[in-house]
Each structure stands twice: as structure tokens, then as C-alpha cells.
């Protein structure tokens, strides 16, 4: 070929790969990408730019927008217990660590977060289960932590408000039993219903159940409750 010929090809590819980013951006505000991975990308002996394979991901929280691409869920890449969350109405996302984390209010959780690594654990995950949560819906979320196998032990962290804390602790109890839950369980219970929601728990006579009045308190049980998991285990 020569030289000519190959910068005929280079300024094409160039025009082609302009293109290809500028639909790449387009598609992104388009369907609510929060991803859009090429690989691989090769240059064909014309100078076109081919896209040999791609991988998209849509923001979760805009599929209601697109009905049309739930349809395309790779379910086989997405994290059981995300997928499993997600059926159940729940907002979970997977972490690194053993110590499972419920709260109610995406910034109580996240502030639940933060003291459990203040008391040197690591979280597992981060669960909201929401306002007005009621027994059933700490039963789904209960299931979808203890699913993940790297947990050791759980906290749940629930100001009452909306949520009525004795509903939570009847959804710990009916669930520890359900599932036959036997790992340690620190509850901190605040608000609406809270001394009610204490005794349920008192009265459940279940001794991987424990309760503290603050969260720091909560964290720093909940991390020493993990830890003595992990050495019964080694």
C-alpha cells in the first residue's frame, strides 16, 4: 500500500472514530447510560471503525423511562443479591465486608456505614429498606443479607418515625425464625414505638438477639459480635 493510501486510511479512521465517540455520548444521555464499554474496537483495511463488542449499563433508577430495556437484562451479570433485592422493592448495594447493614433512610444508612468503620468493621452492604417499613419487609431484607455468605453478623439501625419500631421487631423475630437465623443481630431502635419494639425483642428469649441504645454502642457490639464469628470459624 502506500503511503497515500495509509493516510487516506488514517484521516477516515479518525473521521470514523469522531463518529463513533459522538453516538457513544449521544446514546448515553439518550438511554441514561452510566456505562458504555467498547472493547474491542478495530480499524478494518477500508479505514472504518468497527465495534466488535460493547457493554452498556443503565442507571437502575431510570428504567422506568425505558420499559424496552428491561426486556435486555443480563441477568447472569447483575449480583444475586442485588437482583434479589431488587425484586423485593429493596435498595441494596454489595460491599467488601462481613458486618450486614439495615437502616431505614438512605442517610441514616449511610451514616450506619460510616460508624461501623469508625468502630473498625467493614460493612457487607448497604440496605435501605425505606420509610413506614412494616414485618415483612425486614423479613426480605433480613433474607437478602443473610444470602450473602461473607456475613457474620447483622445491624440494624432504625429511627422511627414513619416507621413503627415495634413492626421491625416483629419482622427480626419472625424472620430469625423463619429462616433459622442464628447469627448475632444488634438492633438499635429509636423513635416511634421504640420501648415497645425493645420488648418484643426481650420477650423473643432469642440469644443471638441484642439491642443498644446508641449507634456508636450498636457499631462497636456489632464489629466485636463479627470478629468472635470469624474465629469460631477459622
Known sequence: MTISGLISIKIAS???????IVTRIEIAQKEDATLIEVNPLIV???GEVILLDSKVTIDGNALYR????EELSDGVAEDPQEAMAKERGLTYVKLDGDIGVLGNGAGLCMSTLDVVAQAGGAPANFLDAGGGSKAQAIIDALEVITS???VKAILFNIFGGITRCDEVAKGI????RKIGLDMPIVVRLDGTNSQEGLALLDGANMTNLHHESTMLGAAKRVV???????????
Open 14 to 20: 479518525s473521521f470514523w472514530a469522531i463518529s463513533t
Open 44 to 46: 478494518n483495511s477500508a
Open 66 to 69: 425505558h420499559p424496552e430495556l
Open 148 to 150: 450473602d455468605t461473607k
Open 173 to 176: 423475630i419472625e424472620a430469625t
Open 224 to 234: 466485636e459480635l463479627a470478629a468472635s464469628e470469624t474465629e469460631k470459624s477459622a
